[in-house]
């Protein structure tokens, strides 16, 4: 009863926001109900810590609302891997594996995640060929996506990162050459592998191709000149 009532909870947007998830849209309408039946919806402040990478996982979460950064510690250390914004779905690998996270997460800001029992995951998974078959092409999707991200790193400068990353976020922010930065410059130095340090001398190298940077935005001023020193490439960004 408890969980029904949860279920009920949940507004029918938010309801029809995960039935469109690639990981869902063909899954039968009975399993649907299972998972949702069996998920939890939950508010969460910022900077709250909803898993811990060494553990083994109890939930598949779906953001909602707000967005979650995936990072990792070792030594003393800590990196930014991702930032993750609705509708996506996190750490589904470990999740089906039924093995430890790789990394934890955490909110950035007020955030609404529901979360689904991996258990039901990976008993909905045996017996629903359309989810099994989606949660191989998100994972293929993912692992893509990784390899990407290693060869920005491997393959180019700092300031190279920053630069495809202007030219993309501005893209995805319809491409007015402001670029509202989405979170603040210490975790967008983490996701880029770099310190706060070399973000601000990395968009004062920017300014001679196009870019101007203070604040929380970042103005593209010559596009072409930026495209032209950054080089982005499909086979890396896509």
Same mark, same amino acid.
């Given at each position: 009863m408890e969980l029904f009532c949860i279920f009920q909870a949940m507004?029918?947007?938010?309801?029809? +926001?995960?039935?469109? +998830?690639?990981?869902?849209?063909?899954? =039968?309408? %009975?399993?649907?109900? $299972?998972l949702m039946i069996a998920a939890l919806l939950q508010k969460f402040p910022p900077h709250a810590v909803l898993i811990r990478e060494g553990e083994l996982p109890d939930f598949l979460h779906i @953001?909602? /609302?707000? $967005?979650?950064?995936?990072? *990792?510690? !070792?030594?003393? #250390?800590? &990196? =930014? +891997?991702? @930032?993750?914004?609705? &509708? $996506? =779905?996190?750490?589904? *690998?470990? &999740?089906? #594996?039924d093995e430890v996270y790789l990394k934890s997460a955490r909110t950035l800001v007020p955030s609404q995640i +529901?979360? @689904?029992? *991996?258990? =039901?995951? #990976?008993?909905?998974?045996s017996r629903d060929g359309a989810f099994a078959r989606a949660i191989v092409?998100?994972?293929a999707v993912r692992y893509r996506s990784v390899v990407r991200s290693l060869k920005d790193h491997k393959l180019r400068t700092s %300031?190279?990162?920053?630069?495809?990353?202007?030219?993309?976020? /501005?893209?995805?922010?319809?491409? $007015?050459? #402001?670029v509202v930065l989405p979170h603040d410059k210490r975790t967008l130095a983490s996701r880029l592998g770099m310190?706060?340090?070399n973000l601000s001398r990395n968009l004062a190298t920017l300014s001679e191709h196009g870019v101007i940077g203070g604040g929380k935005e970042i103005v593209v001023t010559d596009r072409e *000149?930026?495209?032209? !020193? %950054?080089?982005?490439?499909?086979? @890396?960004?896509?």
């Open positions: 507004r029918h947007i938010e309801i029809d +926001l995960v039935r469109q +998830l690639p990981l869902c849209r063909d899954m =039968t309408d %009975a399993n649907f109900d $299972s @953001i909602v /609302d707000g $967005s979650v950064e995936l990072f *990792a510690e !070792w030594d003393g #250390r800590e &990196v =930014t +891997l991702d @930032i993750l914004r609705p &509708v $996506s =779905t996190f750490i589904l *690998a470990a &999740v089906i #594996r +529901l979360m @689904i029992p *991996a258990e =039901t995951v #990976r008993d909905i998974f092409n998100e994972l %300031a190279e990162r920053l630069a495809n990353w202007i030219l993309e976020i /501005d893209r995805q922010q319809g491409g $007015s050459g #402001r310190t706060p340090e *000149a930026l495209k032209r !020193w %950054a080089k982005p490439d499909p086979l @890396i960004d896509g």
